[in-house]
C-alpha cells in the first residue's frame, strides 16, 4: 500500500529566505501532485509531474521529481507572505486512488 | 461560475441524524470522489466513481453511501451521523484522458455533529 509522508510538518520561515518540503512515497506512482490550501480553502493545483526528472517552475515555487529514489520536493526561493499556506503532495500509484501526504503547513513572516 | 461546487458549504446537525452532502461539476469530467479532511491526517478517500455505473469504497468508507445520479453529479450521504464524522468535506473531479489525470476540488462542506 503506498503511503506519502511529508516534512517538515510545519515550517516557520522569514521573507526572502529558501526552504525545501519533501515527499517521500514508498511504492511506484505514475505521477506526484502538489496543491496549495489557504485555512478553510479548497485546494489549488500547483504542479503535476510526469516523469523522472521533471521540474516544474512557478513563480518562487519549483517542484521536481526523482521517481528512483521516490521523492520530490518543492524549493521555495525568497518567500514572501503571500506564500502562507499548506502544501500537500500526493502521488497516484496504478490503482488510480491520489494518495495524499498529511500537509506542510508554511508561515512566512517579516 | 464554480466548475465543481457543493452544497451545503457548512451543516450543524445532531448525532443520528441523516445528512445528505451534494456535488455538482460543469468540467465534465466521468470521474468524481468524495475526501474528508481532519487536521494533522491530511485527505483521506471515502468512496470515488468512474463513471455513472460505478461506485467504489475508498479507504475509510463505514458510516458513509454515495449515489451517482448522473455524471455532473455525485451525492455523500451519512446514515446516521456521530460526532466522529465532524470534518471537512470535498469533491472533486478528474479526466484521465488528458494524461495528467489531475484532481480538481470542490469549495469544501464543513460538518458538525453534535
Known amino acids: 500500500e503506498l503511503k506519502v509522508e511529508q516534512n517538515p510538518l510545519f515550517l516557520s520561515m522569514q521573507e526572502g529566505k529558501n526552504y525545501t518540503i519533501y515527499c517521500n512515497y514508498s511504492?511506484?506512482?505514475?505521477?506526484l501532485y502538489w496543491y496549495r490550501q489557504d485555512p478553510g480553502k479548497s485546494l489549488e493545483s500547483l504542479f503535476v509531474?510526469?516523469?523522472?526528472?521533471a521540474v516544474k517552475q512557478e513563480g518562487r515555487l519549483m517542484a521536481s521529481l526523482d521517481t528512483k529514489a521516490r521523492l520530490s520536493t518543492l524549493h521555495i526561493t525568497a518567500a514572501v507572505h503571500d506564500l502562507s499556506a499548506t502544501y500537500f503532495c500526493?502521488?497516484?500509484?496504478?490503482?488510480?486512488?491520489?494518495?495524499f501526504g498529511t500537509g506542510t503547513r508554511l508561515q512566512v513572516f517579516p | 461560475d464554480a466548475d465543481v461546487t457543493q452544497t451545503p458549504r457548512n451543516r450543524i446537525t445532531k448525532t443520528g441524524k441523516r445528512i445528505m452532502l451534494e456535488c455538482s461539476q460543469t468540467?465534465?469530467?466521468?470521474?468524481m470522489y468524495w475526501y474528508r479532511q481532519d487536521p494533522g491526517l491530511g485527505l483521506r478517500l471515502i468512496y470515488y466513481s468512474f463513471d455513472v455505473k460505478d461506485i467504489n469504497k475508498g479507504e475509510i468508507s463505514d458510516g458513509y453511501s454515495v449515489s451517482r445520479q448522473a455524471q455532473a453529479k455525485f451525492s455523500l450521504s451519512l446514515e446516521s451521523a456521530i460526532p466522529n464524522q465532524t470534518a471537512l468535506y470535498f469533491c472533486a473531479t478528474s479526466d484521465p484522458g488528458t494524461g495528467y489525470n489531475e484532481q480538481f476540488f470542490g469549495p469544501g462542506t464543513r460538518l458538525t455533529v453534535l
Open positions: 509531474l510526469l516523469s523522472n526528472g
Open positions: 500526493a502521488a497516484l500509484p496504478y490503482t488510480d486512488k491520489l494518495i
Open positions: 468540467k465534465g469530467h466521468d470521474r
Open positions: 511504492t511506484t506512482s505514475d505521477r
